[in-house]
């Protein structure tokens, strides 16, 4: 028969069933657990706001190892663009080189480049960049040397420079037709048609010699009709 209990006395110490005990043991551990996992996601939390680049977190470990060097998510962004729009050429016909008009492509030469293309990651888009790059950039050169040549040529001949240029040109003409053609492909080839030196010294040859001599004792046949100097340099040198 239980104890009488007196209306608000203190129960004894250890009153409590064990029962009881365990009953509020079982209630407490999943809220133990709910709080732990709590504390390390705002810990998580506060750590990504220190360290931005903790967004790599949320990717598959090899995307995020690629990523390591990467700033940040936009500088990702721009990374995966760049990435996809790559496509370089897998084979030398891939690249489709397009030259200007008159321009005279070497086959070996051209299709060496497109194998460097090919083995350097190269995509045809970039390879006709730098093709179009290359031949601007001769140009330029060959346009300073043609001017500056051209500068030293008229303070050395003065008002004569029209009239000694038509000598000159004539004279590597009459030349050129004798050895079949071969003498201005070499000038043109070696750059050496933009001379100054050159060309003075086939204006002493013009003024030596006459043009029936240089065509080996024969009068050359009378052209179709009259060129000027400078259609006569032009036609010679496939300009």
Request: net charge negative; with cysteine.
């Amino acid at each position: 028969m239980p104890e009488d209990i007196t209306p608000g006395a203190t129960p004894p110490e250890g009153g409590e069933s064990a029962q009881g005990s365990a009953a509020a043991a079982q209630r407490s551990e999943p809220e133990t657990t709910l709080s732990g996992e709590a504390r390390a996601s705002a810990a998580q939390g506060r750590a990504a706001e220190h360290h931005p680049e903790d967004w790599r977190s949320s990717l598959p470990a090899a995307w995020a190892d690629k990523l390591k060097d990467v700033a940040g998510e936009e500088d990702a962004v721009k990374a995966l663009e760049r990435g996809l729009s790559y496509t370089p050429a897998l084979k030398p016909e891939d690249v489709e080189l397009k030259y200007p008009d008159g321009i005279q492509v070497d086959e070996g030469v051209r299709d060496n480049f497109c194998r460097f293309c090919v083995d350097k990651g190269i995509t045809p888009v970039q390879a006709q960049a730098l093709l179009d790059w290359q031949l601007a950039a001769n140009k330029e050169i060959t346009d300073a040397v043609m001017a500056k040549g051209k500068a030293e040529l008229q303070k050395l001949w003065g008002s004569r420079f029209e009239e000694n240029s038509a000598k000159a040109l004539k004279a590597v003409v009459a030349l050129d037709k004798r050895m079949g053609g071969r003498l201005s492909k070499t000038m043109a080839f070696n750059g050496m048609n933009n001379n100054p030196v050159l060309v003075e010294a086939f204006h002493a040859i013009g003024t030596l010699i006459s043009t029936d001599a240089l065509s080996g004792g024969r009068a050359a046949p009378a052209p179709d009709k009259a060129e000027t100097a400078e259609e006569t340099y032009n036609g010679m040198f496939n300009k």
